[in-house]
């Protein structure tokens, strides 16, 4: 690797590997300076922070649909080998995560809806893969990517906040489809104009209340993933520094409790999406 001190080898394990532009006349780490505005991989942080709005994380990217792939084939798999004699554990372990997530939804959603059970199945499953990335030890993955000539590689999708930004804009956006839809858009105006205070007067103060508290559901549920997960890699990466006898000793029952943490910010993620969907149903 090319960190050497812990500092530097931390800062190294938290950059994303960047795809951006780098404006004509940008002096790179290298003293090299370009001479067009070029798309490129960034070598540094700062590289990556100077390509702006329009850089992509490959790795949280790349990591996002490879998860969802496992996904889709994982239940396709089990979905076409499925039998009543004698199911296999896999088979087991799928219909458990199924029947779950129906139990949540049946509880927490008193719409009528057939997209937001498979849709809660999606989130939970997707996002609990690529929280599970976690467990594989810190310099594994990064390692086999520096021999390929990348300099930067994370493969926790969810310790990034353009991955739990993008999951969380999704829902967001169908809150926003079905209270237009459910609720018609004087029905939704009217909503967010007399709640909480059904008042004429207090019109201005409630839409300020309700406009807030739209826009805070997909920013909390976005910082609350990242959040949990990036703490728990930063705490990861800080024992990977140790000597090798005490990393073994903290990493083990760290990644014990972590797997609860995984599975459980799938479970919040998922629930809290779709308490606020349920909510865009309702018309009164």
Same mark, same amino acid.
């Given at each position: 690797?090319?960190?050497?001190?812990?500092?530097? @080898? +931390?800062?190294?394990?938290? %950059?994303?590997?960047?795809?951006? &532009?780098?404006?004509?006349?940008?002096?790179?780490?290298?003293?090299?300076?370009?001479?067009?505005?070029?798309?490129?991989?960034?070598?540094?942080?700062?590289?990556?922070?100077?390509?702006?709005?329009?850089?992509?994380?490959?790795?949280?990217?790349?990591?996002?649909?490879?998860?969802?792939?496992?996904?889709?084939?994982?239940?396709?798999?089990?979905?076409? &080998?499925?039998?009543?004699?004698?199911?296999?554990?896999? %088979?087991?372990?799928?219909?458990?995560?199924?029947?779950?997530?129906?139990?949540?939804?049946?509880?927490?959603?008193?719409?009528?809806?057939?997209? +937001?059970?498979?849709?809660?199945?999606?989130?939970?499953?997707? +996002?609990?893969?690529?929280?599970?990335?976690?467990?594989?030890?810190?310099? @594994?993955?990064?390692?086999?990517?520096?021999?390929?000539?990348?300099?930067?590689?994370?493969?926790?999708?969810?310790?990034?906040?353009?991955?739990?930004?993008?999951?969380?804009?999704?829902?967001?956006?169908?809150?926003?489809? @079905?209270?237009?839809?459910?609720?018609?858009?004087?029905?939704?105006?009217?909503?967010?104009?007399?709640?909480?205070?059904?008042?004429?007067?207090?019109?201005?103060?409630?839409?300020?209340?309700?406009?807030?508290?739209?826009?805070?559901?997909?920013?909390?549920?976005?910082?609350?993933?990242?959040?949990?997960? @990036?703490?728990?890699?930063?705490?990861?990466?800080?024992?990977?520094?140790?000597?090798?006898?005490? %990393?073994?000793?903290?990493?083990?029952?760290?990644?014990?409790?972590?797997?609860?943490?995984?599975?459980?910010?799938?479970?919040?993620?998922?629930?809290?999406?779709?308490?606020?969907?349920?909510?865009?149903?309702?018309?009164?």
């Amino acid at each position: 690797m090319a960190a050497e001190t812990p500092v530097e @080898y +931390i800062k190294h394990h938290l %950059q994303n590997l960047t795809y951006g &532009k780098l404006p004509a006349g940008y002096e790179r780490a290298d003293g090299t300076v370009v001479e067009e505005a070029t798309w490129t991989m960034a070598r540094t942080g700062q590289e990556a922070m100077d390509m702006g709005f329009m850089a992509v994380h490959v790795d949280t990217m790349g990591w996002s649909i490879a998860m969802g792939l496992l996904f889709l084939g994982l239940f396709r798999f089990v979905a076409k &080998k499925a039998t009543t004699d004698t199911p296999s554990g896999l %088979q087991n372990f799928v219909e458990m995560t199924i029947e779950f997530i129906q139990n949540v939804v049946r509880d927490v959603f008193h719409g009528k809806n057939p997209i +937001i059970a498979p849709l809660a199945l999606t989130m939970f499953v997707w +996002i609990f893969l690529m929280n599970s990335l976690k467990l594989i030890p810190v310099d @594994y993955i990064p390692s086999i990517a520096h021999a390929m000539g990348l300099e930067y590689f994370k493969i926790v999708p969810t310790t990034d906040p353009n991955g739990t930004f993008g999951i969380a804009l999704g829902v967001f956006l169908l809150i926003l489809f @079905y209270s237009f839809k459910v609720k018609g858009p004087v029905g939704f105006a009217k909503e967010l104009s007399f709640t909480p205070f059904n008042h004429w007067s207090l019109v201005p103060f409630n839409l300020i209340l309700e406009i807030l508290a739209l826009i805070i559901k997909p920013i909390s549920l976005a910082l609350r993933l990242f959040g949990n997960m @990036y703490a728990g890699e930063v705490v990861f990466i800080l024992i990977a520094l140790l000597p090798l006898w005490i %990393q073994w000793t903290l990493n083990v029952p760290w990644a014990i409790f972590h797997i609860l943490v995984v599975t459980l910010q799938a479970f919040i993620f998922t629930t809290l999406a779709v308490v606020y969907l349920s909510a865009a149903h309702e018309d009164h």
